[in-house]
């Protein structure tokens, strides 16, 4: 139903709030569909100047897709290859692309829970973005949790995240704070929860033309109270401990560090599979030397490679579905990971000429 993506346009701003609360505005096709649908309407009218993404719920902004769905669709004949599933990413990602290169100011209110295809409705480019975080946000590449990769344009702005953080953030897949996105590159403006009053009020009053740079003055005033990153005072252990050669290096590195930061991602990582950390790791890699749309023609391919292998199906059924934790990752360990299982992930699907992003420049 696309009731779940409200609009409304005033003083030369198109607002858009996601209204699912229940489920933490996880994305559905139509609310990805709705999204575009919108989002190139404004982009070619002339009384729309700015655009504002935010939530009826302060809990989140968007928890990702709706890895139910993922579970459901993904169940049908033949394995992996249901119709929905391929539109849902072909049209998603094309969406992340549509938004990063949006043409006017995309700003972004980032309160409460931001996770994996959240983050890809969040991250306008460097030309039109603009992301606020709160004291309430928590920020995440998840996707190794449930068998997947970090996507959604995850393989361009993880890899391009300063040192080895794209990596820590993508194999870990643990969630961060307001201090740490900033921080890493993946927010800009902090306002406190208590001041959003304030911000809603200057998006309804300032003309839209105007509405990026006033906003960025309101988030000046606050600028020294997002607190201190832990990323950044633990920035030296993570280049170091992600920066081996590997996978099984980067653990091997952790094991030999008792420092709690380094044993909390150790035990993360161990929960994940062992296959998609490996395959994150090479696509982090591969996206350092890519450009946007390249990163998403890759991901679409992966995650197509991802359904046919049916990680992500039993990660979503362990952790979603049955609920027992217990997912039976394919194979069960890193070890019995070879490099020729992860080339596989990257081996053309289609054609050049084929590919359903081809027309992403």
Known sequence: ????????VANGTGVITLDRPKTLNSLSLAMVRRLTAILLAWRDDASVAAVVL?????????????IRFFHEAGHATPPGGSALLEDFFTEEYALNHLIYFYRKPYISIMDGVVMGGGMGIAQGGPESGLRIVTERTKMAMPEVNIGLFPDVGGSHF???APGQLGNYLGLTGLTMGA?????????DVFVPGAQLGELNALIGNTPGAQLAGAIRALGARFAADAGDSPLKAQRAAIDLHFGAASVAAIMASLEGDDNPFAQKALVAMRQRSPLMMCVTREMLLRGASMNVADCLRMERSLVRRNFEHGEVLEGVRALVIDKDNAPQWNPPTLGEVTPEM???????????HAHPL????
């Open 358 to 361: 081809r027309h992403l420049v």
């Open 1 to 8: 139903m696309t009731d779940h993506v409200l609009t409304r």
């Open 54 to 66: 935010t939530s009826s719920s302060e809990k989140a902004l968007c928890a990702g897709g709706d």
């Open 179 to 187: 201090a740490d996105a900033l921080y890493v590159g993946l927010a």
């Open 342 to 352: 992860v080339e596989h992930f990257f081996a053309p699907v289609w054609p050049e």
């Open 158 to 160: 993880l890899s391009h």
